[in-house]
């Protein structure tokens, strides 16, 4: 695994001097939650998880890295002692997560640390930009997977992201969320061979254009992959495409559209293929899709039986960012619990290290979500959402796998009202607040005005 310790901003490290120095590193609980919903989302789909528990466990600074640490100037005068701490540094904490497939909302914490100060500090920027990336990514894509099956017609949706993502990796974590949120696969290898993903893919146009004609274009590739081949039929012209696919073999899987009118396209090339005898050949269609597209092709009756989506997805173009923030909630001081809170204006966050009670009705439908205290106990009537992953720095709870996660959001969609799933319209979803929690808010509030 590659050495992710700096990826960090630099105020974490000079804090993390600042306290070295100040011989204060209390006991500290921060929270790592989505401040507010992006414009056109109703939920969230709690994603990254993996890569966080990974990075906690692993979390080393090298004699590189230190030794570039010691050339920056804000660290010029930090005594050696301070770089001796971090050579030696290891995640000693707590942590607790939502597992991952789990649908939130915002203002619910998705991510506790509970830690030294300096430990919680660090790991900071690379827990939002895990989360945020994941979550953001897996949130749009469920959009797209809903859209697909509108009509409860299953179609399967390819993810085709990875040259529009913002740099390789961001590709490979785009791919993995996309099918945490149900799509069937990616053109992705590296997303495949790490997290197990079904690899697809068809070819590109620049096949077809290598050879001298579309018709030796399609044969080379029959003779390579016989039944199995799928035919990039739009390079020149879609109708023409699918006669020649169908003078080359009698027997192929599917064919692919790339450009034009694609609901148009689509249903002159399934009728063309139904009525000469090709009525198992499948298309799928592709070329800038998003769920609004997709939602109005599958109203519009379009036979389609695959959806390739690509950058869409993997920048979640219409809600580039989520508002992931990770504020301190406690802090001991002398041995004595505090607790922290923010009240700034549209900036405010509640107290305390909490839990995610979830409400369901007798047919088991979600109904609401109570945040409380984590003292507060609502087993008897309501399902905790947040798991503890790593105590005292060692890992007792296994993550979900993808597949696994997976089946968490299936579940979890059958259960949320169904209004929440609309492409267009906002819905909120109730997040209620316990007594304790709400007392323990405003007792703190009227002490800091007080003062």
Do not use: C
Request: zero cysteines.
């Amino acid at each position: 695994m590659k050495n992710e310790a700096l990826i960090v901003d630099l105020y974490e490290l000079t804090m993390a001097a600042g306290y070295f120095e100040q011989k204060f590193n209390p006991k500290v609980t921060f929270e790592l939650f989505i401040r507010e919903l992006p414009q056109n989302r109703n939920f969230l789909v709690a994603a990254g998880l993996e890569q966080v528990i990974d990075y906690l466990q692993n979390l080393r600074f090298s004699d590189e890295q230190i030794m570039f640490l010691k050339s920056i100037p804000n660290f010029k005068n930090i005594p050696r002692d301070f770089f001796d701490y971090l050579k030696e540094f290891r995640f000693n904490g707590n942590m607790y997560a939502v597992p991952e497939g789990t649908i939130v909302f915002a203002g619910e914490p998705l991510i506790q640390i509970e830690a030294s100060l300096i430990e919680a500090q660090i790991v900071e920027t690379f827990l939002l930009a895990t989360i945020n990336f994941q979550t953001m990514v897996a949130s749009k894509a469920v959009r797209v997977m809903h859209a697909a099956n509108l009509d409860k017609v299953q179609r399967g949706v390819m993810e085709f992201g990875s040259r529009r993502a913002h740099g390789p990796e961001a590709s490979v974590l785009a791919a993995r969320a996309a099918y945490l949120a149900g799509f069937m696969g990616t053109s992705n290898v590296e997303a495949g061979f790490r997290f197990n993903i079904p690899v697809l893919g068809t070819t590109a146009h620049s096949w077809t254009m290598a050879f001298k004609s579309e018709t030796e274009a399609f044969e080379r590739y029959q003779q390579i992959f016989g039944k199995d081949a799928t035919f990039l039929i739009d390079t020149y012209d879609t109708v023409q495409g699918a006669k020649n696919a169908m003078a080359v073999s009698d027997d192929f899987k599917a064919v692919r559209i790339d450009s034009g009118d694609l609901g148009q396209e689509a249903k002159k090339i399934r009728k063309l293929f139904d009525e000469n005898g090709y009525p198992r050949v499948k298309i799928i269609l592709s070329s800038d899709l998003n769920e609004y597209k997709i939602e109005k092709m599958v109203k519009d009756g379009t036979p389609v039986d695959f959806f390739g989506v690509g950058t869409q997805v993997a920048v979640s173009f219409d809600a580039p960012t989520l508002q992931g923030v990770y504020k301190m909630v406690e802090i001991e001081e002398q041995g004595v619990q505090q607790f922290r809170a923010k009240f700034s204006s549209r900036k405010v966050t509640l107290p305390s290290r909490k839990q995610i009670w979830r409400y369901k009705d007798q047919q088991d439908n979600i109904i609401y979500d109570l945040l409380a205290m984590v003292s507060e106990d609502y087993s008897h009537e309501a399902k905790p959402l947040l798991k503890a992953y790593i105590l005292a720095g060692l890992q007792v709870k296994k993550n979900k796998t993808v597949a696994e996660a997976r089946e968490i959001l299936r579940r979890n969609l059958a259960e949320i009202p169904v209004e929440m799933l609309s492409l267009t319209e906002k819905k909120q979803y109730p997040i209620k607040i316990s007594a304790k929690l709400e007392a323990l808010a405003n007792r703190i509030k009227h002490d800091i005005l007080e003062v």
